[in-house]
C-alpha cells in the first residue's frame, strides 16, 4: 500500500469542510427554513457548490497515487480497540465526493423549480442537504464505523424524503418499506463489522486489510465477513432478493428519486466493496455470489422494466437492474469497471430521472405514459436532454454509458460466456425498455385530456439548465475511459490503480484481449442495442402500440407486470406469519400473561384499600386515640422486642 | 460542675417529665377542645425537652442544649400553623369541637 506522506495543511481545511457545508446549510434551513422562504433552496445549493469546489480543490491537489488520512479527534478506545475520527482522502473517495458533491449540487438547483410550490420547500432543503452531509460520511470515514453512520444516515434521509409527502398513506408505507428492508441488510452490516473486531482488533480500513491479508485467501474467516457485508449491501443497492423497496421508493418527490435512489445512495454498496476490496479478493467464493446475485438481479429487474407504465417505475427497474451489471463487474474482480460504471450511470440516471421530473412537472403530476405520448413538440429541452440520457444508457457510443458498460461487458466475456450472455441480453432489454419509455413519452400524438394539453409547458431555468449540464456530462464523462482499442490510456483506471493495486497482485490478471475479439464484442453489443431501439420504434412508434389498461392485461405480460407478483410473496411468505405471531402474542402473551398479571395487582392494591379506608372514621378525637396507641405500641417493640 | 440544673437531682427531672408527658397525653386524648388538645400536644413537647435539657447537663454535653433552642424555634413555628388552622377550622364549622370536626376522611 502506497502511502504518501505530504503535508496536512493544505488539505486539512477543504476536507472538514466537505461535510460541514451540507450540515451547516441542514441547521440553516431546519432552524430558520420558515423565514427564509424560497431563499432556502438557494442557501442550501449554495453550500452545495461550496462543498463541489472544496472536493475539486482536493481533486486538484492530491498528488496521484497519493492517499491521505485526516484525523478530526481520536473517538475512542476500547481495550485494544481503538477508533479514530479520521478521513480518508485518497482517488476512491475523491470520486465518489465529486460526484455526490457535483451531482448533488445540480440535483439542488433542480428541486429549486421544482419544488417552488410545495408547501415543504425549506423543510425539503433541510433534508436534502442532511442527506448529503450523511453521504459525505459515508465515502469519506476512513473506517467502517464512520461509514456506517453514513450508512445509517441516509437510510433516514432516504426514508425521510420518500415519506415527503407524510399525508399520502401509501408513501408513508413506501417509506417504511424502504426503510425495513434496509435495516434488514444493515443487521448483516454490522455482523460483519464486529467479526472485523473479534478478528482485527480494528474497523480502520488498512488495518483490516492488513489483517486480512495475514489471513490468506480463501479463509472461511474473510468468507464469512464479505458475505455478511454483501447482506448489508444487498439491502441498500436494491438486489435481490431485498431490491422491492427501490421501486416503492419512487413515492418521494423527483429530485429524491435522482439523488438518492439512482445516483448516490444505492452506489454506497459498490462503493462498500470497492472499498473493502482486498476483503472481497480474498474471497473468492464471495464474489461467485456477488457476481450471481448482480448478473440474476440485473436481468430480474430488465424483464420487469419492459412492462411498466410508470415513467418512474420504468428508471426505477432500470436503476435496479443498472446496479446489478455493476455488481456483476464487482463480482468479476473488475472493481474499476464497477466504478466507472456508477460514476457514467450517476450521470446520465441522474439526467433520465430529472428528464422524468419535468416531463411530471409538465403534465402537472400524470405519471403513468398512456396518458402521454407527442410531449416531444412542447417540451423540446427536456426531450432533448432526455433523449441524450436514453442514448447513453442503451450503450450507443459515444455516449457515456456505452464505454461503462462495453468494459463489464468485456471483462465478463472473459471471465464466463454464460454471464456474458446474459448481461449483453440484460443490456438489450435495456435499450428495449427505455426508448418504449421515449416513444411512448415524447413521440406520436397526446392521448391525454385536453385539460392538461393546454396545462403543458417547458420547466424553468432552474430545472432546465441542470438538465443540460448533465446531458453535456453524459455525452463526455465516457472519454475518461477509453477502451484499448481506441486508447491505451484509460484515465479512470490509471486514477484509481493505487486503490485496487493490492487486489490486483492477489487476483489473477485476465490476459489481454485480443483487439479484433475486443471490436467484435463492442460491434456484437452495438448491434444488440440497436436492433431492441428499431424494435422499440417499430412497435411504439410505427404501429402506435399503447400499453393496454390494467384489467385488459393477460397471461405471461401480467405476471410480468406485476412484478413477478414477489411483493404479493413476500407479503404471503414473511409478512402474514409475522402478523400471525404476532396475533398470537397479543392474544396469549399480552392479554393473558401480562395483562393478567397486572390486573390481579390492580384489584388486590384496591380491594386492601377499600378494606383499610373503613378505619378512616375522620373523627379526629379516634386519630388522636390510634396515634397514641400506636406510640405505645412503638415504644413497647423497642423496649421489648428489638433489645 | 455547680449550675442550677444540677441543683435538683436528675430523678426529678424524670418524674416531672413522665409526669407532664402524661398529663398532655391524657389531655389529647381525653379532652374534645382542639385548643386545649394543641396546648397538650405543647406540653408533651416541652416534657422532652426538659428531659432532654437536664440530660445534656448531667451529660456535660452543650450541644443537648443547643437543639432544644433549635426545637423550641420550630415549635413556634409549628403552633403558628396550628394556631392559624384552629381560626380556619372555627370559620368554617363556628366551634372547636373535635367530635364535630368529623369531615376529615375519604
Known amino acids: 500500500m502506497t502511502q504518501t506522506i505530504i503535508q496536512t495543511s493544505n488539505l486539512y481545511l477543504p476536507t472538514i469542510l466537505i461535510p460541514l457545508l451540507p450540515l451547516l446549510g441542514f441547521f440553516i434551513n431546519a432552524l430558520f427554513g420558515k423565514k427564509l422562504g424560497h431563499a432556502s433552496g438557494w442557501i442550501a445549493t449554495a453550500v452545495l457548490f461550496g462543498a463541489f469546489a472544496c472536493s475539486l480543490f482536493l481533486f486538484l491537489n492530491l498528488p496521484t497515487g497519493g492517499s491521505e488520512t485526516i484525523t478530526i479527534s481520536n473517538w475512542f478506545y476500547f481495550k485494544n480497540i481503538f477508533i479514530p475520527f479520521a478521513f480518508l482522502i485518497d482517488p476512491l473517495s475523491i470520486t465518489m465526493l465529486l460526484v455526490i458533491t457535483g451531482i448533488g449540487s445540480l440535483i439542488h438547483l433542480y428541486s429549486i423549480g421544482y419544488m417552488h410550490h410545495d408547501e415543504g420547500f425549506s423543510r425539503f432543503f433541510s433534508y436534502l442537504n442532511l442527506f448529503i452531509f450523511f453521504m459525505l460520511l459515508l465515502v469519506m470515514g476512513n473506517n467502517y464505523l464512520i461509514m456506517f453512520i453514513g450508512w445509517e444516515g441516509v437510510g433516514l434521509c432516504s426514508y425521510l424524503l420518500i415519506g415527503f409527502w407524510f399525508k399520502n398513506q401509501a408513501f408513508n408505507d413506501a417509506a417504511k418499506k424502504a426503510f425495513i428492508m434496509n435495516r434488514i441488510g444493515d443487521l448483516g452490516f454490522i455482523i460483519g463489522m464486529f467479526m472485523m473486531l473479534f478478528y482485527f482488533n480494528s474497523l480502520n480500513f488498512d488495518v483490516v486489510t492488513i489483517g486480512a491479508l495475514k489471513l490468506g485467501m480463501g479463509n472461511m474467516t474473510i468468507i464469512y465477513i464479505t458475505l455478511f457485508l454483501f447482506v448489508g449491501v444487498m439491502g441498500k443497492s436494491a438486489q435481490l432478493p431485498l431490491y422491492t423497496w427501490l421501486p416503492d421508493a419512487m413515492a418521494g418527490p423527483t429530485p429524491v428519486s435522482a439523488l438518492i435512489h439512482a445516483a448516490t445512495m444505492v452506489t454506497a454498496g459498490i462503493y462498500m466493496i470497492a472499498r473493502s476490496n482486498v476483503l472481497f479478493s480474498l474471497a473468492p467464493h464471495t464474489l461467485d455470489v456477488i457476481l450471481i446475485v448482480g448478473t440474476a438481479t440485473s436481468l430480474f429487474a430488465a424483464v420487469i422494466g419492459l412492462k411498466q407504465n410508470d415513467i418512474k417505475k420504468v428508471l426505477a427497474y432500470s436503476t435496479v437492474s443498472q446496479l446489478g451489471l455493476m455488481f456483476a463487474a464487482l463480482g468479476m474482480g473488475a472493481y474499476e469497471s464497477g466504478m466507472f460504471h456508477v460514476v457514467?450511470?450517476?450521470?446520465?440516471?441522474?439526467?433520465?430521472?430529472?428528464?422524468?421530473?419535468?416531463?411530471?412537472?409538465?403534465?402537472?403530476?400524470?405519471?403513468?405514459?398512456?396518458?402521454?405520448?407527442?410531449?416531444?413538440?412542447?417540451?423540446?429541452?427536456?426531450?432533448?436532454?432526455?433523449?441524450?440520457?436514453?442514448?447513453?444508457?442503451?450503450?450507443?457510443?459515444?455516449?457515456?454509458?456505452?464505454?461503462?458498460?462495453?468494459?463489464?461487458?468485456?471483462?465478463?466475456?472473459?471471465?464466463?460466456?454464460?454471464?456474458?450472455?446474459?448481461?449483453?441480453?440484460?443490456?438489450?432489454?435495456?435499450?428495449?425498455?427505455?426508448?418504449?419509455?421515449?416513444?411512448?413519452?415524447?413521440?406520436?400524438?397526446?392521448?391525454?385530456?385536453?385539460?392538461?394539453?393546454?396545462?403543458?409547458?417547458?420547466?424553468?431555468?432552474?430545472?432546465?439548465?441542470?438538465?443540460?449540464?448533465?446531458?453535456?456530462?453524459?455525452?463526455?464523462?465516457?472519454?475518461?475511459?477509453?477502451?484499448?482499442?481506441?486508447?491505451?490510456?484509460?484515465?479512470?483506471?490509471?486514477?484509481?490503480?493505487?486503490?485496487?493495486?493490492?487486489?490486483?497482485?492477489?487476483?489473477?490478471?485476465?490476459?489481454?484481449?485480443?483487439?479484433?475479439?475486443?471490436?467484435?464484442?463492442?460491434?456484437?453489443?452495438?448491434?444488440?442495442?440497436?436492433?431492441?431501439?428499431?424494435?422499440?420504434?417499430?412497435?411504439?412508434?410505427?404501429?402506435?402500440?399503447?400499453?393496454?389498461?390494467?384489467?385488459?392485461?393477460?397471461?405471461?405480460?401480467?405476471?410480468?407486470?406485476?412484478?413477478?407478483y414477489v411483493d404479493e410473496i413476500y407479503n404471503t411468505v414473511f409478512v402474514k406469519p409475522i402478523m400471525l405471531l404476532s396475533d398470537l402474542f397479543l392474544v396469549v402473551v399480552d392479554k393473558l400473561i401480562v395483562d393478567l398479571l397486572v390486573h390481579a395487582i390492580a384489584f388486590i392494591t384496591n380491594q386492601i384499600g377499600r378494606a383499610l379506608r373503613l378505619l378512616q372514621t375522620g373523627h379526629v378525637g379516634f386519630y388522636m386515640f390510634a396515634m397514641v396507641i400506636s406510640m405505645i405500641i412503638l415504644l413497647a417493640v423497642q423496649i421489648f422486642v428489638v433489645i | 460542675m455547680e449550675n442550677t440544673i444540677q441543683a435538683v437531682p436528675q430523678n426529678w427531672y424524670l418524674l416531672l417529665s413522665t409526669f407532664m408527658f402524661c398529663i398532655g397525653v391524657m389531655g389529647v386524648l381525653l379532652r374534645r377542645n382542639a385548643i386545649i388538645i394543641l396546648m397538650c400536644i405543647e406540653l408533651m413537647l416541652n416534657a422532652v425537652n426538659l428531659l432532654l435539657v437536664s440530660f445534656s447537663s448531667y451529660a456535660g454535653n452543650a450541644e443537648g442544649q443547643v437543639f432544644v433552642f433549635f426545637i423550641m424555634v420550630v415549635a413556634a413555628a409549628e403552633v403558628a400553623v396550628g394556631l392559624a388552622l384552629l381560626v380556619s377550622i372555627y370559620r368554617n364549622i363556628a366551634s372547636t369541637d373535635i367530635d364535630i370536626l368529623s369531615k376529615m376522611k375519604w
Open chain 1, 344 to 564: 457514467t450511470h450517476a450521470f446520465f440516471k441522474a439526467l433520465l430521472f430529472l428528464g422524468a421530473g419535468s416531463v411530471i412537472h409538465a403534465m402537472g403530476g400524470e405519471q403513468d405514459m398512456r396518458n402521454m405520448g407527442g410531449l416531444g413538440k412542447f417540451i423540446k429541452i427536456t426531450f432533448a436532454t432526455f433523449l441524450i440520457g436514453t442514448v447513453a444508457i442503451s450503450g450507443i457510443p459515444p455516449f457515456a454509458g456505452f464505454f461503462s458498460k462495453d468494459e463489464i461487458l468485456a471483462t465478463a466475456f472473459e471471465h464466463n460466456k454464460v454471464i456474458w450472455g446474459l448481461l449483453s441480453f440484460s443490456s438489450m432489454l435495456t435499450a428495449f425498455y427505455m426508448f418504449r419509455l421515449v416513444y411512448l413519452t415524447f413521440s406520436s400524438s397526446f392521448r391525454g385530456t385536453d385539460e392538461v394539453k393546454h396545462h403543458i409547458h417547458e420547466s424553468p431555468a432552474t430545472m432546465t439548465m441542470p438538465l443540460i449540464i448533465l446531458a453535456a456530462c453524459a455525452i463526455i464523462a465516457g472519454f475518461i475511459g477509453l477502451p484499448t482499442i481506441i486508447s491505451h490510456t484509460h484515465l479512470f483506471k490509471n486514477y484509481l490503480a493505487s486503490v485496487f493495486a493490492q487486489s490486483k497482485l492477489i487476483m489473477p490478471a485476465g490476459h489481454e484481449m485480443s483487439h479484433s475479439m475486443e471490436w467484435i464484442l463492442v460491434g456484437t453489443a452495438v448491434t444488440l442495442a440497436l436492433v431492441s431501439i428499431a424494435f422499440a420504434y417499430q412497435k411504439y412508434v410505427m404501429q402506435k402500440h399503447v400499453p393496454a389498461a390494467d384489467e385488459n392485461v393477460k397471461g405471461i405480460s401480467k405476471v410480468v407486470a406485476n412484478k413477478f
